[in-house]
């Protein structure tokens, strides 16, 4: 009995836990994490987690936290969305800016946006393709493809859009009216 008890023992603790098991426990800012109020969460493609945190992002790699701050990029270290791709890409909406990455690179790239971004959805065409959708306050919204690393298109609205989804294939807008 011992013998067995031994090997589950070792077992567990040499195989890697993916972040998506992450067992049920109160996690806190003395165990890593950027701060304790926790702003939304994320899974990225390979099963670990982004925690947006209103001091700062952390990954849980499945064994720690690693926080990011304004040196790897990022435009703030208070993060008000996340969202990740099937591709690999993971963009952070910050209260001055909006940021991506890569997966396999440990940095994340300001996106070049005059004004003050209030949303952001992501689109997927298809699992080599993705861009996203950026509400721009009194502005618009436009269209940036992280693969080509540039702005595609403008659209100009009579009403000024404050929010944005993606069901599918078509964008869906609410203005500051609630329209």
């Known amino acids: 009995m011992n013998k067995k008890l031994f090997f589950l023992i070792l077992l567990f603790s040499t195989v890697w836990i993916r ?76 209260y001055h800016g909006i940021a991506y990455k890569k997966c396999e690179e440990d940095y994340f790239k300001k996106i070049p946006i005059d004004g003050e971004i209030v949303d952001f959805a992501v689109k997927e065409k298809n699992k080599a393709n993705s861009k996203i959708l950026v509400c721009v306050k009194n502005q618009g919204v436009f269209c940036y493809s992280p693969q080509k690393e540039q702005k595609e298109n403008w659209w100009h609205f009579k009403k ?13 807008l609410c203005t500051e009216n609630g329209e």
Not at 160 to 172: C, D
């Open 19 to 94: 972040a998506q098991y992450l067992p049920l426990r109160i996690y806190t800012s003395a165990d890593g994490l950027a701060s304790n109020q926790v702003k939304d969460i994320k899974n990225d493609k390979n099963g670990a987690l982004w925690v947006a945190c209103g001091s700062g992002l952390s990954y849980f790699t499945g064994f720690k936290f690693v926080n990011y701050g304004l040196k790897e990029g990022l435009p703030d270290i208070t993060i008000l969305k996340i969202a990740t791709t099937t591709n690999g890409y993971t963009f952070i909406l910050t």
């Open 160 to 172: 000024k859009p404050y929010s944005i989804a993606v069901l599918k294939e078509k964008a869906i």
